[in-house]
């Protein structure tokens, strides 16, 4: 085949593409430029909420986007961004924070006016920045959707990952308010809360409740390998304490270098505070400061417990549940078996060897509260010992 007939045919496929897209103009029609955990989540949501809506996608992975398709999560895979987007009532950003700001240009020829445009992204100065350069104030609305996992990918995506959590969105100077009100009410279609900041201060915020948790628990991670003996005493018995507060670590590397590339300033400035406090809390250790001791973690209790679980934020919660069991052979599984015969959905279930910190021997994790209440009401009511874990 001629590299000119073989253009030919590709130039015929993509108008065949986009006349297949302008068939459901009739339909709301979404485009998603990246489709990983947050962007494939919110697809499947979209589409839940609005079965005859009609979803395009691009992702340089093409099989994630054949998967998707396949699955119904999408209507068109694209292997480009191109003239498809046109019909685009709204296109996600859905790629790391630094790429949005690629893929936005890359858009630029192909924006309508009408289309809302936003991202995903936790940073939003950069891209705040990019849409005024390129004059896209008009269409702009940045978005955040503060719900996760410690998993990554499209495969790990699910529909009910934004139910009841928060939703950020950051509008421009120029965006009319019909548009916001729009967006407004898709975002709760999607299950989640919206809630409307200006960008700098959701910088600011996510630093501090999101960006710099994450740093700390990798610096904690890398103090336990670096401290750790030849025989890995350490790893060995880190028990729920330690992998609850470090489990965030398990996080995208790539993403959260980007990260801390566009957030550096927010990230540095409350990086301090905290080293300030290390440094504080270190000298009350060395001078056995009870009273500056018992301070420190009182006040801590004290503002942790104030804290809502009615939504989820970056930092996702774990419906966890601890249960005493005779040391018998057999044990394990009926427990499982009680809560499979009453449709309890069990995410993760385990043996906890270090009970330092924890009485249960089994620690079971569940997807939603809902499971972890059916399953704490039948466990308790067999005459089981439970204890509700934190977080």
């Excluded at 496929?13 to 986009?18: F, M, N, S």
């Excluded at 407004?184 to 409307?196: D, E, Q, S």
Aim: contains cysteine; glycine residues 6%.
């Amino acid at each position: 085949m001629t590299f000119a007939r073989y253009s030919v045919i590709v130039v015929i496929a993509q108008i065949r593409i986009v006349e297949g897209i302008l068939t459901f103009m009739d339909s709301k029609i979404y485009g998603f430029v990246g489709l990983g955990l947050i962007g494939g989540s919110m697809a499947r949501a979209i589409k839940n909420a609005e079965p005859d809506c009609k979803i395009i996608a691009y992702t340089p992975h093409r099989s994630t986007v054949e998967a998707a398709k396949s699955e119904g999560t999408i209507d068109v895979a694209l292997d480009r961004i191109g003239p498809e987007f046109t019909a685009c009532d709204y296109i996600f950003l859905c790629a790391p924070v630094e790429i949005n700001n690629d893929n936005m240009e890359l858009l630029l020829p192909y924006l309508s006016p009408r289309t809302t445009l936003t991202d995903i992204g936790s940073v939003k100065n950069s891209i705040h920045e990019k849409v005024q350069e390129l004059g896209l104030e008009k269409q702009f609305i940045g978005g955040h959707p503060m719900a996760g996992t410690e998993r990554i990918g499209y495969q790990n995506s699910k529909a009910t990952l934004l139910e009841n959590a928060y939703y950020i969105l950051t509008k421009t100077d120029n965006c009319d308010e019909e548009r916001l009100e729009d967006y407004y009410n898709l975002v709760r279609k999607m299950g989640a809360i919206p809630l409307v900041v200006p960008y700098l201060q959701h910088d600011y915020a996510t630093a501090a409740i999101s960006h710099v948790p994450h740093v700390l628990s990798a610096a904690l991670v890398n103090l336990v390998k670096d401290s750790d003996n030849e025989d890995h005493l350490m790893k060995t018995i880190a028990a729920g304490g330690f992998k609850d507060i470090t489990r965030i670590s398990s996080s995208s590397p790539v993403m959260w270098q980007q990260i801390c590339n566009t957030n550096s300033d927010n990230i540095s400035g409350l990086l301090e505070s905290l080293i300030d406090s290390l440094i504080d809390i270190k000298l009350a250790v060395d001078e056995h400061d009870n009273d500056k001791l018992l301070d420190f973690f009182t006040s801590a209790r004290t503002y942790r417990e104030s804290f809502t679980d009615f939504a989820s934020g970056p930092i996702p919660k774990t419906y966890v549940l601890h249960v005493e069991i005779n040391d018998q052979p057999g044990r394990l599984a009926a427990v499982a078996v009680l809560l499979s015969d009453h449709n309890v959905n069990i995410k993760n279930i385990g043996i906890v060897h270090n009970r330092e910190y924890e009485r249960g021997t089994l620690r079971i994790e569940f997807h939603n509260g809902r499971d972890l209440e059916q399953a704490t009401s039948l466990l308790t009511a067999s005459e089981y010992t439970v204890i509700l874990a934190q977080g």
